[in-house]
């Protein structure tokens, strides 16, 4: 942790809150497959360039968790209508305080991060988790406790069982029926894996940027599925088992876990709770351990 970091943070902070959470995290996507093309490209020992879309405008410091803070204390002060609407960009609202509550969040999970990243390893490249997405939950976690009103889970629809939201509750309704999850869960995983196998390190990265870029379309309408979270997971179980097979099986279950997440922390909340950072927290932990304890060796399987 340094001053200068310190200082950036909170500056991609305010950014990240100007332009919306979303669009910051559409650019997280973008310089991820920059820094991709520059590793495999320009110059393949480079790979301080990550440090960008990771570090100092990364989804847990100015690209995404502050866009999340910033909208849910504008909710709360009635400058914005949802504390939920992550698209919004922030600088129209004409309201510094906005802006400077992504700074100081901004700076918020630079410190978490930093803390989390200390926890020891499983071993040699295979982190506890993944500290960038579980950073940008506990940053939801207490702008919700700070700025919200329905508490952590919230409460169900009245006439509805908590898991069983209404589509207009969903996270994404278009993406939130079994056949749906299970398909983009297969057809993710299958592109991750394919990535992994074929750029290595290079090709983990490239399968989440692609994932994360893509969302610009979803900000303008279209119906494109959010599977940064298949993607990423996927990737790595296939570069830890160098099985496709594995990546498909990992992108399915992400799908699903995703949408747990969703109905668990989201569907009934006031402020935006990311179902993916949770699902890439989790699954990240999970397929590192069992590659520490030699899982996917004993468990291999073909292609």
Not at 204 to 232: D, E, K, T
Not at 271 to 282: E, G, L, Q, S, Y
Request: glycine share 16%.
């Amino acid at each position: 942790m340094t001053v200068m970091g310190v200082l950036a943070a909170f500056g991609g902070g305010i950014f990240g809150a100007a332009i919306g959470a979303l669009p910051a995290f559409e650019f997280v996507g973008f310089l991820v497959i920059a820094g991709v093309a520059v590793q495999l490209g320009v110059a393949p020992a480079a790979t301080d360039f990550f440090g960008l879309p990771f570090g100092a405008f990364g989804p847990h410091v100015g690209g995404f968790a502050s866009g999340v803070a910033a909208v849910a204390y504008a909710a709360k002060r009635g400058k914005i209508e949802t504390g939920r609407n992550i698209v919004a960009g922030l600088m129209g609202l004409k309201s510094p305080d906005v802006l400077l509550v992504g700074g100081l969040f901004g700076i918020f999970g630079y410190a978490v991060q930093w803390g989390l990243a200390k926890v020891p390893a499983f071993g040699p490249g295979l982190a506890w988790t993944d500290t960038v997405a579980l950073t940008v939950v506990l940053s939801a976690f207490v702008a919700r406790l700070a700025f919200g009103s329905s508490g952590l889970f919230g409460k169900a629809e009245e006439g509805r069982a908590f898991l069983s939201p209404s589509d207009g509750a969903k996270w994404l309704s278009f993406q939130s029926d079994p056949g749906q999850l299970v398909t983009i869960g297969l057809g993710v995983g299958l592109f991750a894996g394919y990535l992994a196998l074929t750029f290595g390190g290079a090709g983990v990265l490239l399968s989440f940027g692609i994932a994360a870029a893509s969302l610009i379309f979803l900000q303008f309408g279209v119906a494109v599925p959010v599977s940064h979270h298949m993607a990423l997971p996927a990737a790595i179980a296939a570069a830890a088992s160098g099985s496709m097979i594995w990546a498909a099986v990992v992108g399915i279950v992400c799908a699903f876990i995703g949408e747990l997440m969703a109905r668990l922390f989201l569907c009934h909340g006031d402020t935006h709770i990311d179902p993916p950072a949770a699902t890439i927290a989790i699954m990240t932990l999970v397929i590192n351990f069992l590659t520490s304890v030699g899982f996917f060796a004993a468990v291999h399987l073909p292609v």
